[in-house]
């Protein structure tokens, strides 16, 4: 067992889990932790994987993957409709998934409406989608966010069926099956192609993790868990209460 001592952010990734979870787990006393003072944590990966007896890890996924070739975009078109189920193809992989749950269409909602408000201001000739919506980067990778924003010197960009290229903004919203999907795949697609912001709702954990691209790679740059207020420091004025998104009324 190893005994070496790594950062909450270390151990997020480890987990597939946002930093504010780990805080989280960490201020409920539910991982074992070793405070270095003035708030510096550090943790051992085997121990909290023992702590928590697995129950962070990703559930089994409830999306199927065909491995047996490589799909374009042509396949993809090709492909019959099933009720309740979407498709997507991250570099040539089709990905069968399961439609959202009820909360997952409940904090889109929310959100959409708040980004819809805020953009309609700040940028008037730009327009805010949502799922299900094509979205085309290459030939072999088709993908459908939750919520995406085009602004308006974009507007080349949204075609009669889908949008073809990077948005400005790309939001996911985590279902209890796609964490590692939405956390690495996506995340290292959206970031290649050049999704400037990029935006993870976990609306289980109760967080909004906001990325945006710096020298190519992305970096977090607002976040916040349960019932904190989120202020992005890219897009003057836009607040975003994470209470209101998680409210069940």
């Keep these: 067992m190893s005994k070496e001592l790594i950062t909450a952010q270390d151990l997020a990734e480890a987990l597939n889990l946002s930093v504010e979870t780990i ?15 003035n708030k510096q944590y550090r943790y051992n990966l085997n121990e909290v994987i023992n702590a928590l007896a697995g129950t962070v890890r990703e559930k089994k996924a409830s999306y199927a993957t065909d491995t047996t070739r490589k799909y374009t975009y042509q396949d993809y078109l090709e492909i019959p409709d099933e009720p309740g189920y979407r498709f997507e193809i991250l570099e040539g992989l089709l990905i069968k998934e399961p439609a959202p ?4 269409q409940r904090v ?7 980004l819809e408000d805020y953009f309609w201001e700040v940028d008037p000739t730009g327009e805010i989608f949502n799922a299900p919506l094509d979205v085309t980067f290459h030939d ?3 993908v459908q966010p939750d919520l995406l924003y085009i602004s308006g010197e974009q507007k080349k960009l949204v075609k009669e069926t889908r949008i073809d290229g990077p948005p400005t903004l790309a939001v996911e919203i985590l279902s209890p099956s796609s964490r590692r999907k939405d956390r690495l ?7 290649k192609v050049g999704v400037r912001h990029y935006w993870i709702v976990d609306p289980e954990e109760k ?15 607002a976040s916040g868990m349960e019932e ?15 209470k209101e998104l998680w409210a069940v009324n």
Excluded at 23 to 37: D, H, K, M, Q, V
Excluded at 101 to 104: A, E, G, K
Excluded at 185 to 191: D, F, S, V
């Design 207 to 221: 967080t909004l993790e906001c990325f945006a691209l710096r020298d190519g790679a992305y970096a977090l740059v």
């Design 108 to 114: 889109s909602r929310r959100l959409q409406r708040c």
């Design 101 to 104: 749950n009820v909360m997952h």
């Design 228 to 242: 904190d207020v989120v202020e992005h420091p890219h897009f003057e004025g836009l607040v975003v209460s994470l």
């Design 140 to 142: 072999t990778t088709v």
């Design 185 to 191: 795949q996506k995340l290292n697609i959206y970031q």
């Design 23 to 37: 805080w989280r787990y960490t201020r409920e006393n539910r991982i074992p932790y070793l405070e270095l003072g």
